[in-house]
């Protein structure tokens, strides 16, 4: 799959190179490890709460291309599929910090929870303000568990402009904080992974390639009325809540497919709820096989303000 | 060896780093069976370029160099095992068997709080507790520094062979149950080569 | 691949209606036939050049995703693999034309030739000036052979760009079409294609899975060399231009790989030559294994004004 | 017949159009094999809906039907071969074999002004071309319509069974070049197949 001949250590420095040149004036390389690199946005965080992200190498335009203007203002990435470690980002949370504090936001591995609860720890120390928020929003994970045991996926897209919009609006480091537990605990992820060949569908496919839970034999539609059975069953909308859509590709599904899909998608979660918007994109692209990963959250009155209008990532909008 | 100096600890600390370079094909083969292959790269050859005054130092210059060059879950959670029982050896210019304990202890302690891992789960912490349980009897006996790793290093390596039957339920592991049993816990490895590097450099007199 | 339940031939109109109901406002949906569909910009044409794109379906954010403000007027889009029909471009045409005429832009394929030819003698019958230009950048198809008979690749991206930005500044029809001619000429696209098992690299795979010209076992710097070689070997850049370098990842290359690649590709060609940009994204996602179609454009002191600064469009830059 | 009216006409195209849509397995094998499978796909079934009221409507409603609903090239090569000879047969209430040779012929030399392609480049031009030959000879002898569209079809036949032999120069399907050898051009079958509908139809009496 990687394809680099010289070693999978420095790819993270690598990577963030190429994309300096492609946009020069738009990021910073602030530092860069054997094992993981930190990207700053070249918009200075003044007199707000930094957004910090962080993950394993290769993920798509998140995490990296989630940094900038209206975005995160600092990303820390690590090898191939490592977490990348708790001293970098401690440093470039340090480093950002103006007195209002850091959110870390991070996907639900074990190692990004070390490594982010390392760093958090190492900041208090030296009187840093730092609140860790792992996203936890993939329902094929730890099925039968609590809530918080279960791994991070697609919607850290969603929660990293609810953290950005939120700083920029000027609230607290513990406002933040609060909104983003509660939009956790309002948003569900599953991925969909289609066999083209037979039609053979299956629900809950994990992020390392765990089997799904649930797996048939159906067409688009079917599919679509079962994913959102699935995900509303998770977050049980509201009535005054509008929900937010989210339908990602995996690699082999393009960008067509992606928008028939969504439409599908559309039509059966409008037969029973509120849509607040459909955002379709290639947000995380892990190579996963063809099918998707379809995200709900169900935000009310106090989330929605932080959901609205456009932003441009590299890559991507949301 | 009753006791170490600060020299004396570093020597020990290459040796057992040494090691775990040389378990890396092992340690490699067995995270990629269970995880994602890229346990025990690159752990700590920069010691040797450095000086130390106090134990403290050598201890927290390693926990804060596994915790900087490392990135996954181990780097972090090696870097626990040697910070968290700094407090123990404040102040101290050798440690015998006594100080040892105290601050391997805090250091298992460390990771438990941070990991929040039980036993049974196969990590690292499945080493750690025996070898914490061992090494306390044979302070019953003895202050011998290399007596207590000694003890240490016995109590880590049948916890290995008691993660081999064990059904992962923390993290990237536990999602392939099946295909775990049968392997030990790469984490659990690393912890008994380490702890036996250090018995083996520190109990030659 | 395509796993369609419902039939091939509302496939444009069902990924249409996706798109519609993602954005609202941004499009509408022109007409949609059997075998074709056609988006427009909600920006209307008014007192310019139109610009009219086309294509078969499922190529990526191009065509359809280039339709917008500062880009694209209209996209007509055809059945998967099929171009579009004949008529449905003249339909598009006929509505967007202010009198000041119409490009028709496409890849040149037979296909969409010949459609877009058609389309163009309809709309000459009723007195509407139309200009078609097919992109011809694909230097791994018909080697040998005069430039204008090769295929259309990635180039059309940067094509679309520049037509949009000369008809905004007002430019004739036969002053976009020249710009357009010459863009045309100091361009070049090369296929990519990487077997990550083996480190064999195989050089001008065709659109429809043709194969390559060369293979050979090398590493990312060397088949940057080599890539960069290939590709100012057939345009020749002249001292007085600058490159636009373009990296666009096959489906099984990721966001990262792409701006590793593009780091190597960037350093080989500036040892040599001056670059204007580097785009890299998703522009063109054809289902094509793994590995990267790299294009080179040599823009003079004409081509540039219409080259500057970010466009945004659904899921891009450039 | 040696001439036939708006209405004979209609029911030949229908015949036709159904023989195409008969054939559409075999043709989409064909070209599956050397291009995109997409070939003869929702063909003229709209005709039976309409009423003409001269050869020239029913053609050019034929012509424009083909370009609006196909897409790919054959769509718009077919819409062109019954549009382009429109003004032979302009003011015409019923055709004879003249005035259909004419038709075609002026529909062919549009097929390969818009096409561009060489005989031999192994298109529906190596059909069509031995089609308007043997029709050319047929008129010396008769100008009945059946015996016209007889000729063309048998030319038609000849033209498809050279194009297994030939190479692709045009079209998608020149980038497999070793591989189109041994089959026909499925463009070229469309022709034959559409002509001896019109034959069929159009030969009893
Ligand atoms: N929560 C935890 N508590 C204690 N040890 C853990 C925990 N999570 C993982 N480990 C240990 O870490 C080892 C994996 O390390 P590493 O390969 O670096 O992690 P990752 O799987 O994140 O790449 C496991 O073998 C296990 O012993
Ligand atoms: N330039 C051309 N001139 C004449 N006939 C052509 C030309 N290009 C293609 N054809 C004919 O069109 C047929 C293919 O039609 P179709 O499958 O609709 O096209 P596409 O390959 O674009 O999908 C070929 O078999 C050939 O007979
Ligand atoms: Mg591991
Ligand atoms: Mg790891
Ligand atoms: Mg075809
Ligand atoms: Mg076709």
């Known amino acids: 799959m990687h394809w680099f001949s010289e070693g999978r250590e420095f790819y993270a420095r690598k990577w963030f190179t190429g994309m300096l040149k492609a946009h020069p004036g738009r990021w910073e390389l602030f530092d860069s490890q054997i094992s993981s690199a930190t990207l700053f946005s070249s918009h200075k965080v003044t007199d707000r709460v930094a957004v910090i992200i962080s993950s394993g190498g290769s993920d798509g335009p998140w995490s990296p291309g989630f940094v900038g203007e209206n975005l995160a203002d600092a990303v820390v990435v690590g090898a191939p599929f490592t977490a990348p470690n708790a001293y970098a980002i401690y440093e470039a949370a340090k480093a950002l910090d103006t007195g209002r504090g850091v959110i870390l936001l991070y996907n639900n591995f074990m190692g990004d929870y070390l490594n982010n609860d390392m760093a958090e720890e190492l900041l208090r120390i030296e009187g840093h303000r730092a609140i860790q928020i792992p996203v936890h929003d993939d329902i094929g994970m730890a099925r039968g568990e609590s809530r918080e045991n279960r791994g991070g996926r697609s919607g850290i897209a969603i929660m990293t402009r609810i953290a950005a919009s939120a700083s920029r609006a000027g609230l607290s480091l513990d406002e933040i904080a609060n909104l983003l537990k509660k939009a956790n605990s309002r948003m569900a992820t599953i991925c969909v992974s289609i066999d083209t060949e037979n039609n053979i569908v299956t629900f809950g496919r994990g992020f390392s390639d765990e089997p799904g839970f649930k797996t048939g034999q159906m067409g688009m539609r079917e599919t679509a009325e079962e994913t959102i059975r699935l995900l509303t069953e998770d977050i049980s909308p509201k009535t005054d809540e509008k929900i937010l859509l989210m339908v990602n590709p995996l690699r082999l599904a393009g960008y067509d497919e992606a928008y028939v899909m969504g439409n599908y998608l559309y039509d059966s979660l409008s037969a029973n709820y509120n849509i607040l918007r459909m955002n379709v994109g290639a947000y995380i692209h892990i190579l996963d096989g063809y099918g998707f990963t379809i995200t709900l959250l169900s935000a009310d009155s106090e989330l929605r303000p932080y959901l609205e209008g456009v932003i441009n990532g590299d890559g991507f909008s949301i | ?205």
């Open chain 2, 1 to 205: 060896m009753r006791f170490a100096d600060t020299t004396a600890l570093k020597i020990a600390m290459i040796e057992a780093s040494r090691a775990i370079i040389a378990a890396e094909p092992e340690l490699t083969r067995v995270d990629s069976v269970i995880g994602d292959g890229d346990h025990g790269i690159g752990l700590i050859e920069q010691l040797s370029e450095n000086n130390f005054s106090t134990p403290y130092d050598l201890f927290h210059a390693v926990g804060l160099c596994l915790v900087k060059s490392m990135g996954g879950s181990s780097g972090v959670l090696f870097g626990t095992l040697f910070i968290s029982g700094l407090e123990e050896i404040k102040d101290k210019d050798s440690l015998n068997g006594v100080d040892m304990a105290a601050f391997l202890s805090g250091g298992i302690q460390g990771v438990i709080r941070r990991g929040r891992a039980n036993p049974g789960d196969k990590t690292m912490v499945d080493a750690l507790l025996p070898a914490e349980s061992e090494m306390n009897s044979a302070l019953k006996s003895t202050d011998d520094l290399g007596q207590v790793l000694k003890a240490a290093h016995k109590g880590a390596l049948s916890g290995v062979e008691s993660t081999k039957n064990m059904v992962s339920r923390l993290g990237r592991s536990k999602n392939f149950r099946e295909q775990v049993i049968g392997w030990p816990d790469p984490g659990a490895m690393s912890v008994s080569i380490l702890l036996g590097g250090l018995a083996n450099s520190l109990s030659q007199d």
